[in-house]
């Protein structure tokens, strides 16, 4: 898996991102002290989780020769008691049974990020010079 790397951008809080050749920015709304240049680290969050669930759902469609046209994902993270919740919406889009949406619902709980944000995580810290 490639790296991700963030250092200072422009203004109050912007970051610039890399990843290879990939270069694009994460901010803070205006509201909490950003200039909202970019999407802000949680809303990344949410992405992650969306384009996966969709990627994942693509995948297995295709793999089943089911005629899934689109999945639209929509992730909204909620924060209540100190808890993170991600609200997933998930439209079907395409000739599908009831069969075939109740498994593709399933499915979406496989998509690595599900699993990586479901499961236990540890981050590790060092300082580098």
């Known amino acids: 898996m490639r790296k991700v790397q963030s250092q200072f951008g422009i203004g109050a809080l912007q970051q610039k991102l890399v990843v290879g050749d990939l270069h694009f920015l994460a901010d803070a709304e205006v509201a909490r002290g950003g200039d909202g240049t970019g999407p802000s680290p949680h809303l990344y969050l949410a992405a992650a989780l969306a384009s996966c669930t969709s990627m994942t759902l693509k995948m297995y469609s295709e793999r089943k020769s089911w005629k899934l046209e689109n999945a639209i994902v929509t992730v909204e993270i909620v924060r209540t008691d100190d808890v993170e919740i991600f609200v997933r919406e998930i439209e079907l889009i395409g000739d599908l ?33």
Do not use: W
């Not at 109740?102 to 979406?108: G, N, S, V």
């Not at 599900?114 to 499961?119: S, V």
């Open 97 to 129: 049974d009831a069969e075939h949406k109740e498994r593709l619902l399933d499915i979406a709980t496989k998509c690595p990020v599900h699993r990586a944000l479901a499961g236990d995580i540890q981050i590790k810290t060092q300082l580098v010079s």
